[in-house]
């Protein structure tokens, strides 16, 4: 996997797959057997090590700025879990909280940066249950491929040119990653069905 300058890429973007995220246009190699591998943060000595015991669900690429980018990318690659298959296994005491504000509780290694697992602890969120896990920290062949592109257009808030979002966004259909600006329609149900439920069990009279 090259490793490049963000500054240089976001100004020299020319629509290369690489620019947007070093796997984006590598082999789709899921494994539907697939059972879970280790993630493991950029330290040289003494990395962080979280074994995940499941396969990943709705991977997929995404360029809000709250997610951990590998350097040079656009975007970042997340996917979900199960929260019970996560389990940090070495340097724990290396991991910190990024944002204790954030719904997404994301806890990064101190050392380099990298982010390993982001927690939902709100009960009340669509996604709680969830851990968000970056598999390409994974050295293990089979984790699920990215199957879209969310919060496309938050790039632009990371100083990338608007008018370069059409070809960014041509880019990322070429690569089979149907562009979104915030989740995919399916995750976005998920959400908004959550909040349905929620609401009614409030006592809020609502309806479609
Ligand atoms: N424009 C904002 C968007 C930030 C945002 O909402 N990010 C999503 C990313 S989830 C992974 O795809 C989100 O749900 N965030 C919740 C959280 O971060 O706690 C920006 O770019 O910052």
Request: net charge negative; aromatic share 8%; charged share 20%.
């Amino acid at each position: 996997m090259g490793r490049y300058d963000r500054e240089t890429a976001l100004h020299a973007f020319d629509g290369q797959s690489r620019v947007i995220h070093p796997c984006a246009a590598q082999a789709k190699d899921d494994k539907p057997d697939f059972q879970g591998g280790t993630l493991r943060c950029h330290c040289h000595d003494s990395p962080v090590l979280v074994q995940i015991n499941a396969q990943s669900q709705h991977n997929h690429l995404c360029g809000c700025s709250r997610c951990w980018k590998s350097d040079g990318a656009l975007f970042s690659q997340i996917a979900v879990v199960p929260r019970n298959a996560v389990h940090v296994v070495e340097n724990a005491d290396k991991l910190g909280l990024v944002d204790p504000a954030a719904v997404i509780q994301r806890y990064a290694c101190r050392d380099c940066g990298v982010h390993l697992v982001g927690r939902v602890e709100s009960k009340s969120h669509g996604f709680y249950g969830l851990d968000f896990i970056h598999t390409e920290l994974s050295a293990d062949i089979g984790w699920s491929a990215p199957s879209f592109a969310a919060y496309v257009s938050s790039v632009v808030e990371a100083g990338f040119p608007p008018e370069q979002m059409p070809h960014l966004r041509r880019q990322l259909r070429a690569l089979g990653l149907e562009p979104y600006d915030c989740l995919s329609p399916d995750l976005m149900d998920v959400i908004s069905h959550h909040a349905y439920v929620r609401r009614r069990s409030e006592g809020e009279r609502v309806s479609a």
